[in-house]
C-alpha cells in the first residue's frame, strides 16, 4: 500500500508545498473543512495555473475537485510535468480522482483553461485535499546463481525513472568492480547493498568479479527515492546469532534491507521483526537471505538472526542497511475512501 506523506486542506495560510500561480484560498466552497484552492478569474484565450513542485519522495497524489464551467469548452486540467492526465468540464461538483502517478523531481499544474467565447456557470474550478504519497518496496528480480565468469549481471524491467534502485548482492569471491553510477551503500566486497536513483535504460548491475566463479545470488528492489541513513554489519566464525543494534530516528517512515552469508549450509530459526525472506538460496558452500521489512518505532532496535545451526565450520556475516524518509506530519485526519457518488472524472 503506498505510504502517505503529505496533506494540504488549505485551512490556513501556510501551505505544506511550494506552490506558485496565480490560485487562491477561499471559504465559499470546500470539499473538506471550509476552504479550499479556486482559480482566478480567467480571459479567453486564457490560462490560470497552480504549480506544485513534488514533496521529496512522492510517487503518487490525489485531490478533490470541483469545476464550474462552460461544458465542452472550459476545463479544469491536471498536468504531470508537461502531460495532460485529467479534464473536466461543466457544472460537476466535488469528487476525488484515484491516486495518480508522479515523476519524483517533477511539477505538478492545477489549470483553468478558457476558449475564445460564452462563459458558463460560475466559470472557474477548485482543488482541495491535496495528498502524496510514496511507494512502499517492490522485488524485481531475484538470482541465485551466474555463469561460471568473471563477468555477472543481474538484470530487471519495470523500473520507473526517478525510483531508487536497490540491489542486495552476495559472491563467493570479491567483487572488484560494478557498474558507473551505483554506489555500494552497505557491507563489503562480497557482501553488498548497492543503490542509484533510476534514470530510463536502468535495467541492470554489471559486476566484475576477482575470479570467475558460479556462486552469485542477488535480489534488485524498487523503492522511493530515499537517502541511505545508517549501516551496521556483524560477523564472526560458528556463531549461534547474528545481531546488528541500528538507532531508529523518531518519526521515520522506511524499511530495512538485510543479508546473510554462511560458507556452509545455514538454517535460521528466529527472524527479529517479522524479517520475512524476499529470497533464499543455499548450497553446499554458500547461503544468503534477503529481507526487507518496515521500521520498527524510534529508538535502538535489535536486527537479528538467530538459532544458527550448519552442517560444519563457516564464516558468516549479517548485514542491514536501513533507508527512510522523515516526511512532514499529514495535516489532518484522511478518509481514504471519500467519494462523490455519480462524480467521474476523465482518467488515461
Given at each position: 500500500?503506498?505510504v502517505?506523506?503529505v496533506?494540504?486542506?488549505?485551512?490556513?495560510?501556510s501551505?505544506a508545498f511550494?506552490v506558485t500561480?496565480s490560485?487562491?484560498?477561499v471559504n465559499?466552497?470546500?470539499?473538506d473543512?471550509?476552504w479550499?484552492y479556486k482559480?482566478p478569474a480567467?480571459s479567453d484565450n486564457?490560462?490560470?495555473?497552480?504549480?506544485v513542485?513534488?514533496?521529496?519522495?512522492?510517487?503518487?497524489?490525489r485531490?478533490k475537485w470541483?469545476v464550474?464551467?462552460?461544458a465542452?469548452?472550459?476545463f479544469?486540467r491536471?498536468?504531470?510535468?508537461?502531460?495532460?492526465?485529467?479534464?473536466?468540464?461543466g457544472?460537476?461538483?466535488?469528487?476525488?480522482?484515484?491516486?495518480i502517478?508522479v515523476?519524483p523531481?517533477?511539477?505538478?499544474?492545477?489549470?483553468y483553461v478558457k476558449d475564445?467565447?460564452?462563459i458558463?456557470?460560475?466559470d472557474?474550478?477548485w482543488?482541495?485535499t491535496?495528498?502524496?504519497?510514496?511507494d512502499?518496496?517492490t522485488?524485481?528480480?531475484t538470482?541465485?546463481?551466474?555463469?561460471s565468469?568473471?563477468?555477472q549481471?543481474i538484470s530487471?524491467s519495470?523500473?520507473?525513472?526517478?525510483?531508487?534502485?536497490?540491489?542486495?548482492?552476495?559472491?563467493?569471491?570479491?567483487v572488484n568492480s560494478?557498474?558507473g553510477?551505483?554506489?555500494r551503500?552497505a557491507?563489503?566486497?562480497?557482501?553488498?547493498i548497492y543503490s542509484?536513483?533510476?534514470?530510463?535504460g536502468d535495467?541492470?548491475?554489471a559486476l566484475?568479479?576477482?575470479?570467475?566463479?558460479?556462486?552469485v545470488?542477488?535480489?534488485?528492489?524498487q523503492?522511493?527515492?530515499w537517502a541511505?541513513?545508517?549501516?551496521?554489519a556483524n560477523?564472526?566464525n560458528?556463531?549461534?546469532?547474528?545481531i546488528?543494534?541500528e538507532?531508529?530516528?523518531?518519526?521515520?517512515?522506511?524499511w530495512v534491507?538485510g543479508l546473510?552469508?554462511a560458507g556452509?549450509?545455514?538454517?535460521?530459526?528466529?527472524?527479529?521483526?517479522?524479517?520475512r525472506?524476499d529470497?533464499?538460496?543455499?548450497?553446499?558452500?554458500n547461503?544468503?537471505d534477503?529481507?526487507?521489512v518496515?521500521?520498527?518505532?524510534?529508538?535502538s532496535?535489535?536486527?537479528?538472526?538467530?538459532?544458527l545451526?550448519?552442517?560444519g565450520?563457516?564464516h558468516t556475516?549479517w548485514?542491514?542497511?536501513?533507508?527512510?524518509?522523515?516526511p512532514?506530519?499529514?495535516?489532518?485526519?484522511?478518509?481514504?475512501g471519500?467519494?462523490?457518488?455519480?462524480r467521474?472524472?476523465?482518467l488515461?
Amino acid at each position: 500500500m503506498p505510504v502517505l506523506l503529505v496533506t494540504e486542506d488549505f485551512e490556513d495560510a501556510s501551505l505544506a508545498f511550494s506552490v506558485t500561480g496565480s490560485w487562491t484560498r477561499v471559504n465559499t466552497t470546500a470539499g473538506d473543512g471550509s476552504w479550499s484552492y479556486k482559480a482566478p478569474a480567467t480571459s479567453d484565450n486564457g490560462t490560470s495555473d497552480a504549480v506544485v513542485t513534488l514533496p521529496a519522495g512522492a510517487t503518487g497524489v490525489r485531490f478533490k475537485w470541483r469545476v464550474s464551467s462552460e461544458a465542452t469548452w472550459d476545463f479544469l486540467r491536471f498536468l504531470v510535468g508537461s502531460n495532460v492526465v485529467f479534464e473536466v468540464s461543466g457544472e460537476l461538483g466535488w469528487a476525488q480522482t484515484p491516486i495518480i502517478p508522479v515523476t519524483p523531481g517533477s511539477t505538478i499544474t492545477f489549470r483553468y483553461v478558457k476558449d475564445s467565447g460564452s462563459i458558463g456557470g460560475s466559470d472557474t474550478a477548485w482543488i482541495d485535499t491535496v495528498e502524496f504519497f510514496a511507494d512502499t518496496p517492490t522485488v524485481l528480480t531475484t538470482m541465485s546463481s551466474g555463469p561460471s565468469s568473471t563477468s555477472q549481471t543481474i538484470s530487471w524491467s519495470g523500473v520507473i525513472p526517478g525510483r531508487r534502485l536497490v540491489v542486495a548482492v552476495n559472491t563467493h569471491v570479491a567483487v572488484n568492480s560494478f557498474s558507473g553510477g551505483w554506489v555500494r551503500d552497505a557491507g563489503d566486497s562480497s557482501r553488498g547493498i548497492y543503490s542509484k536513483i533510476a534514470a530510463s535504460g536502468d535495467t541492470s548491475l554489471a559486476l566484475t568479479l576477482a575470479s570467475a566463479d558460479t556462486r552469485v545470488m542477488a535480489t534488485a528492489y524498487q523503492m522511493p527515492p530515499w537517502a541511505l541513513l545508517t549501516e551496521g554489519a556483524n560477523g564472526s566464525n560458528s556463531p549461534s546469532s547474528l545481531i546488528v543494534t541500528e538507532t531508529i530516528p523518531a518519526a521515520l517512515e522506511g524499511w530495512v534491507f538485510g543479508l546473510c552469508k554462511a560458507g556452509n549450509p545455514l538454517n535460521a530459526a528466529v527472524y527479529s521483526h517479522d524479517l520475512r525472506r524476499d529470497f533464499t538460496a543455499s548450497g553446499t558452500q554458500n547461503y544468503a537471505d534477503f529481507t526487507s521489512v518496515p521500521l520498527p518505532g524510534p529508538g535502538s532496535a535489535e536486527f537479528q538472526v538467530s538459532s544458527l545451526t550448519t552442517s560444519g565450520g563457516f564464516h558468516t556475516q549479517w548485514v542491514v542497511a536501513s533507508y527512510g524518509l522523515m516526511p512532514p506530519t499529514p495535516r489532518r485526519p484522511l478518509n481514504p475512501g471519500l467519494s462523490v457518488a455519480g462524480r467521474r472524472a476523465s482518467l488515461w
